[in-house]
């Protein structure tokens, strides 16, 4: 299996550009994470949804970021508008069965707000 | 607040030596798991340890739970320049969803 898939790797943009962060989990897994990681407050989840349903939105920092799960194998993060403090790189991960099971991550999006 | 904390925050060690890294935590867990981040990459699970273990093993990994005293080390014997990266503890807690906190993580260097 080629693993969690994120895309793109870097994205640069402008102050109140929308981004888009797309991940692809691995098949079959039942769990997809996203989380946020910066030097100031470390790696945070933002969300995580289980059978492409939503369970655990509390860590979306405000209304500006939102996620959706279409189907089992993509999944999407997008910050409308953005803003310079969002600069951090976004994860995504995957598990499979229980939810505290073994998290497989994705390579990372690093995000640069101008 | 943050259920794990790493100790220390940074370790530099030469190759060969062992490397210790402590996790405490503040409430009651399911399982308590290490991970390992490579500058610029993304984290790669090493070792899930359940509650009711206490020392479990894989390859160079020893990592302990000590549930009394809320708290995991990582052991990592006979270092490599390659281990050189972040580690990280993550804990589900009990009675909960059972998502993943994780911790600051600890930053090991081992020199050749």
């Known amino acids: 299996d080629a693993g969690v898939i994120q895309s793109p790797r870097h994205e640069v943009t402008e102050m109140g550009q929308e981004v888009t962060l797309r991940c692809k989990p691995i098949?079959?897994?039942?769990?997809l994470f996203w989380y946020r990681q910066t030097m100031m407050r470390g790696l945070e989840l933002l969300i995580y949804f289980n059978n492409n349903v939503p369970i655990d939105d509390s860590g979306m920092p405000e209304d500006r970021f939102s996620a959706k799960m279409p189907n089992a194998s993509f999944s999407t993060l997008k910050i409308q508008p953005s803003e310079p403090r969002d600069s951090a790189v976004y994860f995504c991960?995957?598990?499979?069965?229980?939810?505290?099971?073994?998290?497989?991550f994705g390579p990372g999006t690093r995000l640069t707000v101008l | 607040s943050q259920q794990g904390e790493e100790d220390p925050q940074a370790l530099s060690i030469q190759e060969g030596e062992n490397a210790t890294m402590n996790c405490s935590y503040k409430?009651?867990?399911?399982?308590l798991q290490w991970y390992r981040q490579n500058s610029g990459r993304g984290l790669v699970h090493l070792i899930l340890?359940?509650?009711?273990?206490r020392e479990k093993h894989s390859g160079r990994l020893r990592v302990t739970l000590d549930t009394s005293k809320k708290s995991s080390s990582l052991l990592i014997t006979a270092s490599r320049a390659a281990d050189t990266a972040s580690y990280f503890c993550?804990?589900?807690?009990?009675?909960?969803?059972?998502?993943?906190?994780f911790g600051q993580g600890t930053t090991l260097q081992v020199k050749p």
């Open positions: 340890i359940r509650s009711n273990e």
């Open positions: 993550a804990t589900s807690r009990s009675g909960n969803t059972g998502k993943l906190i």
């Open positions: 409430t009651s867990i399911n399982n």
């Open positions: 098949s079959g897994h039942d769990y």
């Open positions: 991960a995957s598990s499979k069965g229980q939810l505290a099971d073994t998290q497989y």
